[in-house]
């Protein structure tokens, strides 16, 4: 087994926006020192976010933080750390914070990690399946030492309300809208936003969605359903935010 960490360096548009685009990923294996950072190839998508910026300087931005995670491998420096690596960068470009976890040997995790958090950099047949993406997420939630109980409780009703997962006093849903017309997910958003409304004074209620880049009308109505009675957070950034809330 290995012990790692990484950090997801997201990019800003402007210091005080909360919104930010996922663009690289820095690994490091605490048993074996290995390291590695990973980024972005669709510059196309980057453009779209922020129209201003200048693509020529983040490319070179990007390849530099490589260099240096390169550099500080060839050098055998024993003592790197990620948070001390990461906690410089202040402004535009942050990093979230550092997640330890526990691999298998044989697990592909730099891959593996990079496709769940920039997803969009990756044709949709070159995407994590949906179990493998469910496996990762429970490896990220388990990193906090947080037990796991049944995802299954009982409503006010009595009636069986099943979660993906609830660890400590989180309970997490995940929608997924992967080829699917969100316009049909509207119910289903009102069902457990009925729910997490009933259950809110026992967990704290977290879904998750993973929107494959689909920012339709629907889309958007059932999001705001969802997180009119709960906690709700696009996918990669959620998860960060469930760690800080169990920790």
Not at 63 to 74: M, N
Not at 148 to 156: A, N, R, V, Y
Request: charge should be neutral.
């Amino acid at each position: 087994m290995y012990q790692v960490e990484y950090a997801a360096l997201k990019y800003y548009n402007n210091v005080i926006s909360d919104e930010c685009l996922y663009i690289g990923m820095l690994f490091h294996n605490l048993t074996t020192g290995k390291r590695d950072f990973r980024y972005i190839s669709n510059f196309k998508r980057f453009q779209a976010f922020d129209d201003e910026a200048d693509i020529d300087f983040i490319k070179l931005y990007l390849a530099g933080i490589k260099r240096q995670v390169e550099i500080s491998l060839l050098n055998y420096q024993d003592n790197f750390s990620i948070a001390n690596f990461t906690k410089i960068y202040v402004n535009e470009f942050r990093f979230s914070e550092v997640t330890t976890m526990v691999v298998e040997e044989n697990d592909d995790y730099v891959e593996n990690l990079t496709k769940m958090y920039l997803k969009f950099d990756f044709n949709k047949e070159k995407r994590l399946s949906n179990s493998l993406e469910k496996k990762y997420i429970r490896k990220i939630l388990a990193s906090s030492k947080v037990d796991f109980s049944i995802p299954k409780i009982s409503g006010t009703y009595e009636e069986n309300v099943t979660f993906d997962y609830i660890i400590g006093d989180v309970a997490i849903k995940l929608f997924s809208f992967k080829e699917k017309n969100a316009g049909k997910m509207i119910a289903s958003a009102k069902t457990w936003a009925f729910s997490a409304e009933e259950l809110k004074d026992r967990y704290k209620i977290v879904f998750l969605y993973d929107d494959d880049n689909d920012s339709s009308d629907d889309l958007k109505i059932v999001i705001n359903i969802l997180k009119k009675h709960a906690y709700a957070f696009q996918l990669q950034d959620g998860l960060n935010r469930i760690l800080k809330m169990i920790s």
